[in-house]
């Protein structure tokens, strides 16, 4: 009854949130617990192994290789299989990092000033310049450098202790420009388990001005002293975000929001997840920077998706998850804290779980715990003594029946009270049938006093010496009792 109850408890609770105004500023507590676990860092590196051939001395081959980091910011898990959805400038670097690495092994090499960057440099030797242009590429017939380009993504996941390697993904569909969304898959595919959190995605961006919503991302790769940030945004007016991304607006013009999100978003909060106040569900990603947030809507995003042939869906952990939150943001806490032990033993290492299941045992059968309050009222309210008192009664007056029923049927009939017998009357003929057998319960002792007495009357009459009853003179047995007859 106390599971059914708290289960009630969370419908109510999520009726409640979907009915509250969108331009309310009120952020309900734990909206964004449905996202965050699934929040990865992410760290793309461009990896570049190049040969010089220098040819202006005595030949030789200088081998060096160079991994040059161009992007670092967030991504979303949205299948167990460790599909993130990500922005294009954090998969595919918009710079050519051959240029870059001819720079650097020119510089090192030959002993010149040219910056490490992405722009083709000359030197002022007419030589040099003519063999740093033949290292540029793209790759010609007279090359002097044979460069190899090769792109590395880490996504480090939200778990605890932190993952030192994290785990290896390849951009495998991306928009067109940097801030367009990418979809990423790990390089090397899970076997077994069920897979990582996810993050739910909504079905559109809601349309009204001011609607409140959630950033969550990594500033920095997860660790004891790098937990996930979460910032409070509100929506400008317009109904999609389109291309060029919807804006940020604090409606009581308190924050300046798209600087503010423009400053976390250079920090590392780019491609975070946007989160809706109304479910929690992930309504865009972050995008833009310095003095401009914005946010690409859900369409964009579920359209990559769909683009790459990937399929968001929620796993196992997920299910355990919504089940242990519902009860916990309800402020059952009793039955949160196993909930939470079963997502951690599904996937160990999950930060959120694990905070909140220490909140739920700290909580559990105290003040605060609705649980417990309503398992202390539960029998007194749910299991009245009445029906059992009554149908021990309506057993009790069965049993009784039965009992008096049964008695009534084996108890022996009894035997009817035979008549008097008739006073003697006129001496039978002796071809009548003189003998006359009736069974009597109980023989009837004549006193031999009375005997004498009635004999001395009258000789000529006798009476059974058995019962006392009188005979007639042809007897040979008593009419009444069968006594034989003494002659």
């Given at each position: 009854m106390a599971r059914l109850t708290a289960l009630a408890g969370g419908v109510a609770a999520a009726l409640v949130l979907i009915a509250m105004p969108v331009a309310a500023h009120e952020h309900p507590s734990g909206i964004t617990d449905l996202v965050t676990p699934a929040v990865v860092r992410l760290e793309a590196v461009s990896h570049v192994e190049i040969t010089l051939l220098d040819h202006i001395g005595e030949l030789k081959h200088v081998e060096r290789s160079y991994d040059i980091p161009f992007g670092a910011g967030t991504g979303t898990v949205v299948n167990p299989d460790g599909t993130i959805v990500a922005l294009r400038r954090l998969a595919v670097n918009p710079d050519d990092a051959a240029v870059y690495a001819a720079n650097k092994i020119f510089a090192e090499h030959h002993k010149v000033k040219i910056p490490a960057d992405y722009t083709k440099h000359h030197v002022s030797d007419d030589l040099l310049d003519h063999h740093l242009q033949e290292c540029y590429p793209p790759k010609t017939d007279t090359a002097t450098c044979i460069i190899n380009v090769?792109?590395?993504?880490?996504?480090?996941?939200?778990?605890?202790?932190?993952?030192?390697?994290?785990?290896?993904?390849?951009?495998?569909?991306?928009?067109?420009?940097?801030?367009?969304?990418?979809?990423?898959?790990?390089?090397?595919?899970?076997?077994?388990?069920?897979?990582?959190?996810?993050?739910p995605l909504a079905d559109k961006v809601p349309e009204q001005e001011g609607s409140p919503t959630n950033v969550a991302g990594f500033l920095g790769r997860p660790g004891p002293n790098v937990k996930h940030t979460v910032e409070i945004a509100h929506l400008a007016k317009g109904g999609v975000a389109g291309e060029n991304g919807r804006p940020f607006a604090d409606p009581e013009k308190k924050v300046d929001e798209p600087v503010k999100l423009g400053g976390l978003a250079d920090k590392g909060l780019i491609g975070a997840p946007v989160i809706g106040d109304k479910d929690g569900h992930v309504i865009g990603l972050l995008v833009g920077g310095g003095k401009e947030g914005r946010m690409i809507g859900i369409r964009e995003v579920t359209g990559i998706l769909a683009a790459a042939k990937v399929v968001p869906r929620r796993g196992a952990i997920d299910t355990a998850f919504e089940a242990a939150l519902t009860r916990y943001h309800t402020k059952y806490y009793t039955e949160a804290a196993p909930g939470f032990q079963r997502v951690l033993e599904l996937y160990p290492g999950n930060v959120v779980a694990a905070d909140l299941l220490k909140t739920s045992l700290a909580k559990r059968g105290g003040p605060e715990d609705k649980g417990t309050k309503q398992a202390a009222s539960t029998p007194a309210r749910s299991t009245p003594l009445w029906p059992f008192i009554l149908a021990a009664g309506i057993l009790f007056i069965a049993a009784g029946g039965g009992a008096y029923l049964l008695w009534r049927r084996r108890a022996p009939e009894r035997p009817e009270e035979l008549p008097e017998p008739l006073a003697a009357g006129p001496p039978l003929d002796d071809g009548a049938n003189q003998t006359v057998v009736v069974r009597r319960s109980q023989s009837f002792q004549v006193a031999p006093q009375q005997q004498q007495v009635m004999t001395a009357q009258d000789p000529a009459i006798k009476y059974c010496t058995s019962c006392g009853m009188r005979l007639g003179p042809a007897h040979r047995f008593c009419g009444y009792c069968g006594h034989p007859i003494e002659t």
């Open positions: 090769t792109t590395e993504i880490t996504a480090y996941p939200n778990v605890s202790p932190p993952s030192p390697n994290g785990f290896k993904v390849k951009c495998i569909k991306a928009g067109p420009t940097p801030d367009s969304p990418a979809v990423l898959v790990p390089v090397t595919p899970t076997a077994g388990g069920v897979g990582m959190p996810t993050a």
